[in-house]
């Protein structure tokens, strides 16, 4: 009961409460940032999708916290959650500076993975944490693609998302070593058709 309490919380502070960063949001300070109205505008599309992919990373990550038995594992999941915390806060901030909105669908991305989350966690830890590295890495391939595509002046976004990927990276590697699994390849395939589907949606919606 505690437990369902806690990822309630968790679930209505991600969707509707103002994300507070633990580590100051990564800036690039000698390089301002200066866009015109279109650039401004792909930014802040791509900025979204972000926001919204670190919404699926505090459901996912909570779902998976509160299916595992191993307490160890809890940790490592809750740490990771605090760090994807930034991500979602240092998104935000850039959304707000940018003067666009995030998704008007986070709540329906929010279930989506967090059911899958507890899906992934019914199937034991080694495949949970193997279907957590598939999606890191995945994530980290999505960032390294917006790395190409942001703007080039936009050096505000950019220094955002080079320390996203650094810590996707390592989060993947932690659960890695955790004991993960290599999930199937359909499996990897269906889920990069799903994010497919979510980062084209989010991009406009
Ligand atoms: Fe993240
Ligand atoms: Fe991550």
């Known amino acids: 009961m505690d ?16 994300p507070r960063s633990t580590r100051a949001c990564p800036v690039v300070p000698a390089e301002a940032t200066h866009l015109g109205a279109q650039e401004r505008q792909h930014a802040a599309a791509l900025m979204r999708v972000n926001h919204v992919g670190e919404i699926c990373a505090q459901a996912l990550y909570t779902a998976q916290a509160m299916a595992t038995r191993n307490e160890v594992l809890r940790r490592q999941f809750n740490e990771a959650a605090r760090e994807e915390n930034d991500h979602l806060a ?37 495949v949970s944490l193997g279907f957590l590295v598939e999606t890191e890495r995945q994530v980290e391939a999505h960032l390294q693609g917006h790395l190409e595509r942001l703007p080039a002046a936009d050096h505000a976004s950019r220094a955002i998302v080079a320390q ?10 932690n659960a890695q070593a955790a004991g993960a699994v290599e999930l199937p390849p359909p499996v990897k395939a269906a889920m990069r058709a799903a994010a497919k589907v979510m980062t084209t949606t989010a991009h406009y919606i």
């Open 3 to 18: 437990r369902i309490l806690g990822a309630l919380d968790q679930a209505l502070r991600t969707l509707f409460a103002q």
């Open 164 to 173: 996203m990927k650094a810590d996707e990276a390592t989060h993947a590697h």
């Open 90 to 126: 240092w998104t935000k901030a850039r959304l707000d500076e940018l003067g666009a909105r995030p998704s008007l669908l986070n709540p329906l991305w929010y279930a989506g993975a967090f059911g899958l989350g507890l899906v992934a966690g019914r199937f034991g830890d080694p």
